[in-house]
């Protein structure tokens, strides 16, 4: 790649600084901490507090906040792990996990991180003597398609899990009774598609019932389908008591709830990936919570021709343009440091060898598209991140398929490890930013990779998951 000529620094809004040189934001306030959905004690991931409202349960449903001091009642979600042995022992567990894994055209499982994410719950409930009815959709089917069946899972549930794990050919019906009729204390039965029945996204009450008979109580730790409201994920739990988040539902809210509702502070989000359009509401959201907020992807073309910029056939929603000033503004009047790449990586066509070169954001020629973010803007994010004890990411920094436009993301990806082995909290926000992060062999050493991506998003736009607003809620704790 050619440099071309020196890089300008692009619309860096003003950062609020503290004494030390850090950037800040003004706390949020105490009502506002208390209005996020949320889950676990906050304790558990580190956030031990001298102000106790810091330390309460991050709530799913906080009932009653009427200013400083005063006793704050938290209502997060029960989880498996508050029900005792006894309440397990011999019980059958209707388990919702998100086993939506790629096979290939062998049906091989190409990425089983799902399928891992999954296993200590069920490991917990078969530790305890429960008998676990494990549930999951495949892919998006109508009605019975083999290519979407569940079989090819087993062997790899039954090596994580360390037994062997029974599968059955259906999700409802006399079959599946039979086989749950039979199976063991600390046994597993996988049933089959539940998307097999239409009446699973239709979210059908009969189906739900059918579902719900075979089991005495209910764990839903699909995080990654938490957003769909259908008959395992949110109307099973009107006919089976109690129903509880699983461990990874809840370290999911943790961190995706808990750790960006009250972070550890400098909190800068990184926000890519194609439109700026799919991003609005995480942006939105993201605005109220941090301190910097660094754009990558196609979306900054947006932003650029917003501000007056040429930018070539660059991706640009026409659109959008009074978002991006509006975004722009908005970041200004909250104090929050904007930063939009300097310099871009530019190529004649949109193919992995295309001719590329690297221009300032503010000379991109005609016929040319941005498709990553240049040294100069890594250089500048880097500094940026190098101040920050709490990063989120969602969305790459550009065209990381071809390995010629992925260098700016894997130098975030890389960036993120280097400050997770130094304390600072990390996530990755799901989709293609954890491929991202997969694909330069880091996700390890993150704090936290979520294993949703709709899912994900949601929660970061601030929105309630009907799977989690369905489960009980744990017993209040005052604070
Ligand atoms: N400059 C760019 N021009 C065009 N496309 C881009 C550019 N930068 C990134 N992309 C594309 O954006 C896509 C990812 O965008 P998306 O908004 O879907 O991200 P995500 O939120 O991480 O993923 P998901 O939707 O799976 O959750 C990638 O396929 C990438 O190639
Ligand atoms: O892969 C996902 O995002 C989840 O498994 C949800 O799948 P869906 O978008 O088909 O509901």
Known sequence: MASATAP?????????????????????????????????????????????????????????????????VSMAKKSVGDLSAAELKGKKVFVRADLNVPLDDNQNI?????????????????????????????????????????????????????IEVIKAEDSIGPEVEKLVASLPDGGVLLLENVRFYKEEEKNDPEHAKKLAALADLY??????????????????????????????????????????????????????????????????????????????????????KAQGLSVGSSL???????LATTLIAKAKAKGVSLLLPSDVVIADKFAPDANSQIVPASAIPDGWMGLDIGPDSIKTFNDALDTTKTVIWNGPMGVFEFDKFAVGTEAIAKKLADLSGKGVTTIIGGGDSVAAVEKVGVADVMSHI???????????EGKELPGVLALDEAVPVAV
């Open 450 to 460: 979520s294993t949703g991506g709709g899912a994900s998003l949601e929660l970061l």
């Open 110 to 162: 190409t990425d089983d991180t799902r399928i891992r994410a999954a296993i200590p719950t069920i490991k917990h409930l078969i530790q305890n003597g429960a008998k676990v009815i494990l549930s999951s959709h495949l892919g998006r089917p109508k009605g019975v398609t083999p290519k979407y069946s569940l079989a090819p899972l087993v062997p790899r549930l039954s090596e994580l899990i360390g």
């Open 8 to 72: 300008t620094t692009l619309s860096l809004l003003p950062t609020t600084k503290s004494s030390s040189g850090q950037s800040v934001a003004p706390s949020p306030s105490r009502v506002q901490l208390s209005s996020f959905l949320g889950a676990r004690p906050l304790r558990r991931l580190g956030f031990a507090s001298a102000d106790p409202l810091l330390a309460v349960q991050v709530a799913s449903k906080v009932r009653s906040v009427s200013g400083r001091g005063m006793r704050v």
């Open 316 to 322: 640009v929603e026409e659109d959008k343009l009074e």
């Open 219 to 304: 764990v839903n730790d699909a995080f990654g389908t938490a957003h769909r409201a259908h008959a395992s994920t949110e109307g099973v739990t009107k006919y089976l008591k109690p129903s509880v988040a699983g461990f990874l539902l809840q370290k999911e809210l943790d961190y995706l709830v808990g750790a960006v509702s009250t972070p550890k502070r400098p909190f800068a989000a990184i926000v890519g990936g194609s439109k700026v359009s799919s991003k609005i509401g995480v942006i939105e959201s993201l605005l109220e919570k941090v301190d910097i907020l660094l754009l990558g992807g196609g979306m900054i073309f947006t932003f650029y």
